[in-house]
């Protein structure tokens, strides 16, 4: 196995990175090929396509050993499934994968082909091992069952971002941090309306408190 490229994302820190792909869309990446894949000629028809799969490494998420059951977030830290009923990072291979948007490729002289993407759910420098087309007429199967994730698609926050700590974002990355706190970064089983939380975003740290289903931007530090 050969990483064949790299993404570079808005997410430094693993905490806030959305749980799945395409949940926000406002998040961006950009994928850049290790020097031996530099090539025009491997990406040959890649725009053709919508949305891209990407075969990743959970590379912060690297253990000796490894749980046949996992804690689901979703499940409030404390219910048990079998690791492989999950996508938790925790598994025997550190593997991951994720559908994202192709936005557009743009041809570099020093760095070759780069592809932006959007709806990342990839920390920055995450390692890329493929790239493939996402296909509709085989990837796609509407009727698919869901388990028991299926209770746990609509739990978006209302989210409280005053003006003036939202101004210190640049205005064309307000919408993905706005839609990370949307999606509720918090592990589910901590749900304290006096706790401070802290995500990373760029080069900001914003704080922020949950009341019930309220989230409520405190502060914003420049790091």
Same mark, same amino acid.
């Given at each position: 196995?050969?990483?064949?490229?790299?993404?570079?994302?808005?997410?430094?820190?693993?905490?806030?990175?959305?749980?799945?792909?395409?949940?926000?869309?406002?998040?961006?990446? $950009?994928?850049?090929?290790?020097?031996?894949?530099?090539?025009?000629?491997?990406?040959?028809?890649?725009?053709?396509?919508? =949305?891209?799969?990407?075969?990743?490494?959970?590379? @912060?998420?690297?253990?000796?050993?490894? +749980?046949?059951?996992?804690?689901?977030?979703?499940?409030?830290?404390? /219910?048990?499934?079998?690791?492989?009923?999950?996508?938790?990072?925790?598994?025997?291979?550190?593997?991951?994968?994720?559908?994202?948007?192709?936005? /557009?490729?743009?041809?570099?002289k020093d760095l070759g082909p780069v592809i932006y993407v +959007?709806?990342?759910?990839?920390?920055?420098?995450?390692?890329?091992?493929?790239?493939?087309?996402?296909?509709?007429?085989?990837?796609?199967?509407?009727?698919?069952?869901?388990?028991? #994730?299926?209770?746990?698609?609509?739990? #978006?926050?209302?989210?409280?971002?005053?003006? @003036?700590?939202?101004?210190?974002?640049? #205005?064309? $990355?307000? #919408?993905?941090?706005?839609?990370?706190?949307?999606?509720?970064?918090?592990?589910?089983?901590?749900?304290?309306?006096?706790?401070?939380?802290?995500?990373?975003?760029?080069?900001?740290?914003? =704080?922020?408190?949950?009341?019930?289903?309220?989230?409520?931007?405190?502060?914003?530090?420049?790091?």
């Open positions: 196995m050969k990483i064949i490229a790299k993404i570079k994302t808005d997410m430094p820190d693993k905490f806030g990175i959305p749980r799945q792909s395409g949940i926000v869309n406002g998040l961006t990446g $950009k994928i850049i090929f290790e020097p031996e894949y530099r090539v025009r000629e491997a990406l040959s028809g890649i725009e053709e396509f919508s =949305h891209l799969w990407l075969l990743w490494e959970f590379s @912060e998420n690297k253990r000796d050993g490894w +749980s046949p059951t996992v804690r689901p977030p979703r499940l409030g830290g404390e /219910k048990r499934k079998g690791v492989f009923a999950t996508r938790s990072p925790f598994r025997p291979n550190p593997i991951g994968l994720s559908c994202v948007k192709l936005d /557009k490729v743009e041809y570099t +959007s709806g990342v759910d990839l920390m920055d420098g995450t390692p890329i091992y493929d790239i493939k087309p996402y296909i509709t007429y085989t990837d796609s199967r509407p009727d698919a069952v869901q388990g028991f #994730a299926e209770d746990f698609v609509d739990y #978006a926050l209302k989210v409280n971002f005053p003006q @003036e700590l939202l101004d210190m974002i640049p #205005a064309e $990355k307000q #919408a993905g941090i706005i839609g990370i706190l949307r999606h509720d970064p918090r592990p589910a089983y901590q749900d304290s309306p006096d706790r401070v939380y802290g995500v990373k975003y760029l080069d900001f740290d914003i =704080h922020f408190k949950v009341d019930k289903n309220i989230l409520t931007v405190i502060d914003v530090e420049k790091i």
